[in-house]
């Protein structure tokens, strides 16, 4: 076979061509130009991250506590509304780990109390009748002072509030809710998920619901806790780059736990409500460890529109958004079907909003 001469132009296209050093050339500078600004960022967002997370993560402010609440022999009380005070004022179930406002333990129709900071006592009821009071030095007693509960936590200057919580103190079934919910890839993506961001394009392009939008989680804690609020497209390549930069300093449970105690769940007066502890307060009058398989999901089903999903103000849209929540924990074998079918059909129970002494401290 006789070999083909290349063409005139193939020929003049050597690495000793102009235009191909020229080529060549632009290409290593834009090589170095995206390198450099690459860099930059990285160090950046770096001393961003650095800054935020060194120290204390969230501002300390100040608890407010209720006055001790008073209990005697005789009195007409239940043990589960006994119980649900005690966790409202920090206790912790028996065996639960750093435990630091003491801890309670229920025994038949007896709880015993041990705070963090007080004498113990043990009280026994029969029926809804408290019947006996007793102390470990006194002995019988014919009443007593339960822990106070804490009311809130003083607001800063943005006027927020929030109660702090660690890892483990997040109830089981609300972090698969908010996994559920909010990033089903959680577990298994880099900061983000470029299979949610195609899904989501589709649905966009296709007009139809979608339980999850295009961000993941901790895109979402890059949002607010780093950036503002501003809806722009360099604010959404700074999100995914912190986003990245985070999963390879934190864990996945830090990223969760930074979350939940960051995430916006509404207004409540002129206050704002951050965090799932606050939310349960808030709306149920209960300690996250009190919280039901329909109220958890309630919480995470009001994360993408707060104020129109609010279960006070708008109780209808916020049952349907937490069916929807409840719908892909059965989904994904979080729950069991006869478990979603009985939170499905639970009623939307809410506390009654009442006046915050913090938002009126003249009162």
Do not use: C
Request: positive net charge; aromatic residues 8%; without cysteine.
């Amino acid at each position: 076979m006789i070999p083909r001469k290349p063409t005139a132009w193939a020929s003049r296209l050597t690495l000793r061509s102009p235009w191909v050093k020229v080529a060549l050339a632009a290409f290593l500078f834009a090589l170095m130009a995206g390198s450099a600004v690459l860099v930059y960022y990285y160090n950046y967002y770096s001393r961003i991250i650095e800054r935020r997370l060194s120290g204390e993560v969230f501002q300390n402010t100040a608890r407010i506590y209720a006055a001790p609440y008073q209990v005697r022999v005789g009195q007409k009380i239940t043990l589960e509304s006994v119980v649900a005070r005690l966790q409202r004022a920090g206790l912790e179930p028996k065996g639960t780990p750093g435990a630091d406002e003491g801890i309670y333990e229920v025994a038949a129709r007896r709880v015993t109390v041990a705070p963090g900071n007080g004498e113990a006592l043990r009280l026994d009821f029969d029926k809804n009748t408290l019947v006996r009071i007793a102390r470990p030095k006194l002995g019988d007693v014919d009443s007593a002072s339960l822990p106070a509960e804490l009311v809130t936590n003083l607001f800063d200057q943005n006027r927020e509030k929030r109660r702090i919580v660690e890892y483990g103190d997040l109830p089981p079934m609300l972090v698969n809710a908010l996994i559920a919910s909010e990033d089903q890839r959680f577990y298994k993506h880099w900061g983000i998920d470029p299979v949610r961001i195609v899904g989501a394009g589709l649905a966009n392009l296709r007009n139809t619901s979608r339980l999850q939008g295009g961000s993941t989680i901790t895109q979402q804690l890059a949002r607010n806790f780093f950036l503002s609020a501003d809806r722009s497209l360099s604010r959404k390549v700074n999100e995914a780059f912190i986003a990245i930069l985070l999963e390879q300093r934190v864990s996945k449970q830090q990223i969760l736990t930074m979350y939940s105690n960051e995430v916006y769940l509404g207004q409540r007066g002129s206050f704002g409500i951050h965090g799932f502890a606050e939310g349960a307060a808030a709306f149920f009058g209960k300690d996250l460890t009190g919280l039901t398989l329909p109220e958890a999901a309630t919480l995470v089903g009001v994360i993408p529109a707060p104020n129109p999903y609010s279960p006070v103000n708008h109780p209808e849209k916020a049952k349907e958004r937490r069916n929807l929540v409840l719908r892909a924990m059965n989904e994904l074998g979080f729950i069991t079907p006869e478990d979603f079918e009985k939170a499905r059909k639970a009623d939307l129970k809410v506390v009654p909003q009442t006046i915050d002494a913090t938002d009126a401290p003249y009162l």
